[in-house]
């Protein structure tokens, strides 16, 4: 069992940056592949970014150029660094872990861009 805890989502203007983090348990992480996902009212879930545990990474077209996700296998935590934030990237953010077929997933965390 894994439990991701993701913080550092909040309000911020259009043109602003925010840092989000999601720290995982367990002595494994280095092994899951991680994913960053978010959902916007009405909307369905959609991936925004992921990274391989070899460290690849992948972004959605809407955010590519601005975000870039990160891991720290010593801290067990995996980064997602948002710039140049727009209106449309106002979602719940949630962290994803995945291994061998099996998917974990954190509570998520507000990001709202707005003036």
């Known amino acids: 069992q894994v439990q991701l805890v993701e913080s550092g989502g909040g309000l911020v203007q259009p043109g602003g940056s925010l840092r989000l983090s999601c720290a995982a348990s367990?002595?494994?992480?280095?092994?899951?592949?991680m994913g960053w996902y978010r959902q916007a009212p009405g909307k369905q879930r959609e991936l925004v970014a992921h990274i391989t545990r070899g460290g690849s990474t992948n972004y959605a077209d809407a955010v590519k150029g601005r975000f870039t996700i990160s891991r720290d296998n010593a801290k067990n935590t995996v980064y997602l660094s948002m710039n140049s934030l727009k209106p449309e990237d106002t979602a719940v953010y949630y962290c994803?872990?995945?291994?061998?077929?099996?998917?974990?997933w954190g509570q998520g965390t507000q990001v709202t861009v707005s003036s």
């Open positions: 994803q872990a995945g291994l061998a077929g099996r998917e974990y």
């Open positions: 367990g002595s494994i992480f280095r092994l899951f592949a």
